[in-house]
């Protein structure tokens, strides 16, 4: 498929016959303001008025951004064309934006960021001038320009023209001086201007009172007078017609529409109908629905004649009707032939299939209600468009089909479960799918000799399977994922590597989430090689983000940084196209030096990632970043900042196919944790419904292991609080698994956790050695320093305990000194600062605190008087730095005070 752009809506439009020079409209068009409305109805010279300020050279050419909407632009043909045009200014922007647009999901303020961040860049003033944008204004439209009118850069301007009132923050534009409008009481014409146009465009010498007259009753309104001027040029009673003009808009369009129509002859006015049924109009496209009228030589007739056609291009290739002209001229089709109609739908639609043009072959189509050949025409452009990106434009045709034409037809059918799936209807997805299936295997050769041979349709049996990986994935079937991904490869070609790569990687998810790391590096290695053999690099380099984490899990940093590093190179070439990947490699790429204690490379590595982030949409990977920022935030001792960044990081996550392994909620409830707050932790773990008698699973592991954190904590802190046996019987559990599939990583961890617990429990020796162990067992301890020094004070303590351990003393040494060092001069975590001491009678006091009486009813209890009470209750909320009953009690059950 080679369906692109339609070049011609990015023109400014050429220059018509009979133009008026208006400079009181045009000197108040400043070109500094934020946002140009001109707002007023149909045929007041929106568009000409605008086309003619900016071609007089109020802006320079090269930084005019000139977009010519059209009422079948969804919100995602929108702002590609957006983009598209902006970047026919500066080619920069935008560039790590258009898949996001194109792949279904709405523009919404992540995906535009981006998007506003490249137009910040640019040195010079751009002009977007949006024409006709009442026909694409609508709430998920004007949601996102509203967005980017709101953060637009000083040196971009937004021209919009309309026929009614945008959903935009008018009042406030208004009221910070940053909109010039213009509207229908400013674009009528003058009786000067009138009369010059009368005369330049009909060629009409009216009289003064004449022009005056006509001027009044049309109310200056250009589309009438140029009505008007066509049709007083075969009349000679000029009085007798313009005192007959009269009536409100409705009729006065109608009656002149009547009078243009009847003066023209037979063969024009069949051609105007005819051809009335197109958007765009060229010479052979019109021949195709004319028959023998020669459809260049006409066009070029009705542009000498001004008879409401607008030239598209330079080259007067394509042309277009005056938009009220083709309401009127289709109104009259329908009424005299309706059937004419849909056949003159079917022309256009097969001369667009024949010139490759899909989109519009597709539009056609459906206009004609042949719903078979659309849905034939929507399967023929479905390769290029999931190629490319365009999902969106696929599922809005699907949504447009009647429901039995997409039964009969295979390919469409598993799309429509993939809309459901998208739409997170998850139990509707498998009666498509079954639909799909039934009709590939039991369809007559009839009906299937009208389906589109193409590569979907041949890849459609593991496509299939694929789709049922992926649900099964989503509600966390391992079985059912690893049994759809298997029959997905039985019935993939050899050469069809989109598949094969889709089928192993669901087979490496399905071991990855049952916590099979040496399996799960296997088969998602396969996957990134069939990607890489497809050519599909964007899938090759996430899936390379997803092998990565594997290697971490199996405790093997450096290959995940020769992975990362690999993908920078082969994404290098492609500069912002590929920003979103290279963000996550960096991100990648700053963990693991954070978790080396390299802070300073972290840093560079999270620098650089937010600079690519900046020209990308966010992404379903965006929260990785933001996860990385908070372990070296912890790292630096800031624990607030910390927790602020992994709020960011919820709000950005978004359930995908990839098992959630470190869930956002536990990395929060360890930070809590280290300030101490273990009331807060604690709730954490009863709503996530984690125990330590749980059975073990690699997906509830990190949960799991943030729970032992939170059990030593709360036994530090009151020994004989927890119930040790059940810690030391759980990490022994985890150990067992961990070992059995290869999870180095976790393994590691689990030991260290293993050591703290011994040292709690008064076994300092035992502690010792298994810390010796955890660092003997593991390959590449040394990527593994935070680990260590992200346990504080108790961790240090039994480094300094173990520094002249045989082996290990060496090792502990190198921690001690980098937790102490100016390096990590925060590394050992803070506790919590003993709040000053409270009195007797204020420790009384918040132990009633803690009660279901009220104010008074304390007061009366201890036999003090309210006031005494309120003076008790503030040096309590100073001491204990609080704000609210509630913390106060939580604070003290947390010092142990009540």
């Not at 509203?146 to 923050?169: C, K, Q």
């Amino acid at each position: 498929m080679t369906d692109a752009l339609v070049e011609t809506r990015f023109h400014l439009p050429a220059p018509r016959r009979g133009l008026v020079a208006r400079p009181r409209l045009s000197d108040r068009l400043t070109s500094s303001a934020r946002l140009v409305l001109v707002s007023a109805p149909a045929g007041f010279g929106k568009t000409t008025l605008l086309a003619e300020w900016l071609r007089r050279g109020a802006v320079p050419p090269d930084r005019i951004a000139w977009l010519s909407l059209e009422q079948s632009d969804s919100p995602a043909d929108f702002w590609t064309y957006v983009v598209s045009v902006l970047q026919r200014v500066d080619p920069r922007v935008g560039v790590g934006v258009m898949d996001a647009l194109q792949s279904g999901r709405p523009a919404d303020p992540a995906a535009l960021t981006p998007l506003v961040n490249d137009l910040a860049a640019l040195d010079d003033d751009v002009w977007l001038v949006l024409d006709d944008y009442h026909l694409v204004d609508g709430e998920t439209t004007a949601s996102g320009v509203g967005f980017l009118l709101e953060h637009l850069p000083t040196t971009v301007h937004l021209v919009i023209s309309t026929r009614v009132d945008p959903l935009l923050p008018l009042a406030r534009l208004r009221a910070r001086g940053e909109l010039v409008e213009l509207r229908a009481a400013d674009l009528r014409f003058t009786v000067d201007e009138a009369s010059a146009y009368l005369d330049e465009a009909g060629g009409l010498d009216l009289a003064t009172e004449q022009v005056a007259a006509l001027e009044e009753r049309t109310e200056g309104w250009a589309a009438a007078l140029q009505l008007a001027a066509l049709s007083m040029q075969h009349r000679s009673d000029l009085d007798e017609f313009i005192a007959g003009f009269a009536g409100d808009d409705r009729y006065v369009m109608d009656y002149l529409l009547e009078e243009v129509l009847a003066h023209q002859p037979d063969h024009v006015r069949d051609f105007l109908l005819r051809t009335s049924v197109l958007d765009r109009l060229t010479g052979p496209l019109c021949d195709a629905l004319t028959d023998d009228v020669d459809g260049t030589s006409m066009l070029i007739e009705l542009e000498r004649a001004n008879l409401f056609l607008v030239a598209l291009d330079d080259r007067r290739t394509w042309y277009r009707y005056h938009h009220l002209f083709a309401d009127v001229l289709r109104a009259r089709l329908l009424a005299q032939d309706p059937s004419l109609v849909l056949q003159l739908h079917q022309r256009a639609s097969r001369w667009f299939e024949a010139q490759d043009l899909l989109t519009e072959a597709v539009r056609h189509a459906l206009a004609a209600r042949d719903v078979e050949r659309a849905a034939f025409l929507v399967e023929l452009a479905a390769p290029a468009l999931r190629r490319n990106r365009q999902e969106a434009t696929l599922l809005g045709w699907l949504g447009e089909l009647p429901t039995e034409t997409v039964r009969t037809h295979p390919v469409l059918s598993a799309f429509m479960g993939y809309r459901l799936m998208l739409a997170g209807d998850i139990g509707g997805v498998e009666t498509w799918l079954a639909a799909a299936e039934h009709a590939l295997h039991t369809a007559d050769p009839a009906i299937s000799s009208g389906w589109a041979q193409t590569e979907e349709l041949r890849s459609l049996p593991s496509t299939i399977e694929l789709y049922r990986a992926a649900i099964a994935q989503a509600i966390g079937d391992v079985a059912g994922t690893e049994a759809h991904a298997r029959r997905a490869l039985e019935r993939a070609d050899p050469d069809d590597h989109m598949s094969r790569g889709g089928a192993w990687g669901f087979l490496g998810l399905a071991a990855w989430t049952d916590g099979d790391v040496t399996l799960a590096l296997s088969t998602f290695g396969d996957a990134v090689t069939n990607l890489h053999d497809a050519g599909a690099l964007v899938d090759e380099l996430s899936g390379s983000v997803v092998l990565a984490d594997l290697w971490l899990v199996a405790g093997r940093p450096s290959r995940a940084v020769a992975l990362y590093e690999s993908g920078l190179r082969l994404a290098e070439p492609h500069g912002n196209a590929f920003a979103r990947a290279s963000a996550d490699l960096h991100a990648g790429l700053g963990e693991i030096e954070c978790e080396k204690n390299d802070l300073a490379s972290a840093r560079r590595h999270l620098e650089l990632a937010a600079a690519l982030s900046e020209h990308a949409a966010m992404g379903e990977t965006g929260f990785r970043r933001y996860v990385a920022m908070s372990r070296v935030a912890r790292a630096e001792g800031d624990l607030a900042l910390a927790i602020d960044l992994l709020r960011e990081a919820q709000w950005l996550y978004r359930p995908s196919f990839f098992p959630d392994v470190r869930p956002i909620g536990a990395m929060t409830a360890r930070v809590r944790i280290a300030q101490g707050l273990l009331l807060d932790a604690a709730d954490w773990a009863r709503e996530r419904g984690v125990e330590l008698t749980d059975d073990v699973s690699y997906v509830r592991e990190f949960d799991h292991l943030t729970l032992v954190r939170l059990a030593l904590a709360q036994e530090r802190q009151r020994p004989g609080s927890t119930a040790l046996g059940a810690v030391t019987s759980l990490l022994d559990r985890l150990a067992r698994a961990a070992d059995e599939a290869g999870r180095a990583g976790s393994l590691l961890e689990i030991r260290m956790l293993q050591a703290l617990a011994s040292d709690v429990s008064g076994q300092r020796a035992a502690s010792i050695e298994h810390l010796a162990e955890a660092w003997r067992e593991a390959p590449e301890p040394s990527g593994c320093i935070r680990l260590f020094l992200d346990e504080g004070l108790p961790m240090l303590t039994l480094l300094r305990e173990a520094a002249t351990h045989p082996t290990f003393g060496t090792h502990a040494n190198r921690l001690i000194s980098m937790a102490t060092s100016g390096q990590a001069d925060a590394a050992a975590v803070p506790m919590p600062t003993p709040p000053s001491p409270l009195s007797e009678r204020e420790l009384q006091v918040l132990r009633l605190l803690d009660s279901e009486l009220t104010g008074p009813e304390i007061a009366r209890e201890l036999f003090i008087s309210p006031n005494t009470l309120r003076t008790h209750t503030k040096s309590i909320f100073t001491k204990l730095d609080v704000t609210s009953r509630r913390a106060a009690v939580r604070r003290g059950h947390e010092l142990g005070l009540s």
